[in-house]
């Protein structure tokens, strides 16, 4: 373990369970990484994730943002061109677009939405998108006939999340840089949705356990 970790996790009390205000603080005071950290939370569930009925995937519009720019592209035919434009797509894509990412297998998007027309026309590019986790899906919210509404969102910090194959859940919730009520704020979003998001064929304790931990910092158990 590196000096700098060391003294970051000293500041810790490792067999305490703090309230979100004081995990927040702790964060802060222990990143002292030279860039702006993004402020992530983990979160632990009481499920059986090789049960399909019990995955956890869902949605959640982050108040805040998480403080990152994500380039958005959008896969429309030529009515909902205008729609994906105004709404802030990076990038508009066409059928002949998408033969030239199954040929090239080049990206330059963050998130791709679509409208359900595309989606048999984006079969063609399934192996290159889904491996990286880019195919829309209309459980993540990225395909709607509305595809202005879905960009706007996703501009406005929508993110996705579902548990791992641990039964764990990953998201980032913003900067460190960010005023401290913005992350309370977008945490307490995330946990909502959380909550929301549980199967109905999950038994016992949901949500086991929460930390927070900043990039490439300690992590801070938190209460439920």
Do not use: C, W
Request: glycine share 6%; proline share 4%; aromatic share 6%.
């Amino acid at each position: 373990m590196s000096k700098r970790m060391t003294t970051a996790k000293a500041e810790i009390d490792q067999n305490k369970v703090y309230n979100i205000d004081e995990a927040l603080a702790l964060i802060k005071k222990t990143s002292t990484v030279k860039f702006d950290a993004s402020v992530e939370v983990h979160a632990r569930l009481g499920i059986d994730p090789k049960k399909g009925d019990q995955q956890v995937r869902s949605t959640v519009i982050l108040p805040h943002g998480t403080g990152k720019t994500r380039t958005v592209a959008a896969f429309v035919g030529n009515n909902d061109e205008k729609a994906a434009k105004e709404a802030g797509a990076d990038f508009i894509y066409n059928e002949e677009d998408i033969k030239k990412i199954k040929d090239t297998g080049k990206i330059e998007f963050d998130i791709a939405v679509a409208t359900p027309e595309m989606m048999p026309k984006l079969a063609v590019a399934a192996k290159v998108l889904g491996p990286k986790g880019l195919m829309p899906n209309p459980k993540t919210g990225t395909v709607d006939a509305n595809i202005k509404k879905i960009i706007e969102e996703l501009k406005k910090g929508k993110s996705a999340f579902k548990n791992d194959d641990g039964s764990n859940v990953h998201i980032a919730i913003g900067k460190i840089s960010f005023a401290d009520i913005k992350l309370k704020e977008n945490y307490e979003a995330f946990l909502e949705a959380l909550k929301k998001a549980k199967p109905n064929s999950a038994k016992g304790t949901y949500i086991k356990s929460i930390f927070l931990t900043s990039s490439m910092g300690p992590s801070i158990k938190v209460e439920i």
